[in-house]
Nanobody, 124 residues
Framework: QVQLVESGGGLVQAGGSLRLSCAAS????????MGWFRQAPGKEREFVAS????????YYTASVKGRFTISRDNAKNTVYLQMNSLKPEDTAVYYC?????????????????WGQGTQVTVSS
């Protein structure tokens, strides 16, 4: 079965950095769009970034542009989210997700597979 396993979350001070990883199994990774979403306490889950199958097509939500970078390594079946200049408002559970085909999307309904999430906490 398909599994997406996130790692790399933790507690960091404002201005710091974290690198999230999501290891995928049970699917032909190179055929899937990979995305990162997040859910803060009391808020709905929101799109963060997505990357197309080749890695050449990326999308970001406005609040993270210039601070976060999504990348993928198809040989390792892994997608990454490098998060720099972190702010307290980035505190959330971060989820990776996948859907087949396309170049990327911020539309949650398109994503078929989801990980369990990893907590990111940014202290002020």
């Amino acid at each position: 079965q398909v599994q997406l396993v996130e790692s790399g979350g933790g507690l960091v001070q404002a201005g710091g950095s974290l690198r999230l990883s999501c290891a995928a199994s049970g699917l032909t990774f190179s055929m899937y769009v990979m995305g990162w979403f997040r859910q803060a306490p009391g808020k709905e889950r929101e799109f963060v970034a997505s990357i197309g199958w080749s890695g050449s097509s990326t999308y970001y939500t406005a609040s993270v542009k210039g601070r976060f970078t999504i990348s993928r390594d198809n040989a390792k079946n892994t997608v990454y989210l490098q998060m720099n200049s972190l702010k307290p408002e980035d505190t959330a559970v971060y989820y990776c997700a996948a859907y087949a085909g396309g170049l990327g999307s911020d539309e949650e309904y398109k994503y078929k597979y989801w990980g369990q999430g990893t907590q990111v906490t940014v202290s002020s």
